[in-house]
């Protein structure tokens, strides 16, 4: 069975969605249908999936910047640059990049188009975040990171699609787990605490099972751990988490919808 033939095009798909909302080419009727529907119940949908992507891109940057060289990235999405590998191996062309998705349109794109440079190197597991066994245990991953260094693990816009009975605390404590002190972990999540009551209500109708929305204290919740250390300022907003650093100017949180945190694992 090729990757092709096993992409159900009539049911929507996050990945997919997501490429849409970021102005990609890379989705279907479904998925625009989806993302309509999505924005007619929170109209600034496209801007909420470019502010999360903007904080993955000041994430890597932090990480690559505390010496991390190499990162797994989950929930990567159909590639849209800067990737993840770009912004690494700009900061040491010999960083290193495993990409999970569980998408088989996105492996397609990834094969042709996450290379990244001669000296690093960049590979992508179909995978999905709620085995994170089958991820550790991986020979892509084991070929091309070594677990004993410290790893940038990125969950940028991931978290809402795991539900309560998924367990995602988990699900988060297997990979951590797996992680060795100095490692870095950077998650966001859509969150109902900027929205008027009515329009998350509406929001959650039309995700029905696909979402779980958390406060700030609600994914908070999800990472304490005695061997992580939040990074200031926190949990906050990812319009907010270090906005110096973000295109200007910032929009309202209320736009967005959306919060961020990176931890340290300090064992």
Known sequence: MTEHSRIDTSIAHPARRYDYL???????????????????????????????????????????????????????????????????????PSARIVYVDNDPLVLVHARALLTGTEAGRTTYLEA??????????????????DLGEPVGLLLIAVLHFIRDDDDPVAIL??????????????????????????????????????????????????FARPDLEL???????VTRWWAEDAPQPRPAIESVAANGLVARVVR
């Not at 109209?43 to 010496?67: D, I, Y």
């Open 173 to 222: 404590n297997t990979l951590i787990d797996a992680l060795p002190a100095g490692s870095l972990v950077a998650a966001s999540c859509a969150t109902p605490e900027y929205m008027p009551a009515e329009q998350v209500a509406a929001l959650r109708a039309v995700m029905e099972r696909q979402w779980r929305d958390r406060t700030g204290d609600e994914l908070r919740a999800l």
């Open 22 to 92: 970021l102005g990609g080419k890379d989705n279907f009727e479904a998925d625009r249908q989806s993302a309509h529907e999505i924005e007619k119940r929170h109209p600034t949908a496209r801007l909420s999936a470019l502010e999360n992507r903007f904080f993955m891109h000041r994430a890597v940057r932090f990480m690559a910047g505390q010496g991390i060289r190499q990162f797994l990235d989950i929930g990567t999405g159909i590639p849209t640059s800067p990737n993840t590998h770009e912004i690494a191996q700009t900061a040491d």
């Open 231 to 237: 990074v200031g300022p926190g949990v906050q907003s």
């Open 128 to 145: 999905d975040l709620r085995d994170p066994q089958a991820i550790l245990g991986s020979q892509e991953l084991k070929d091309t990171l």
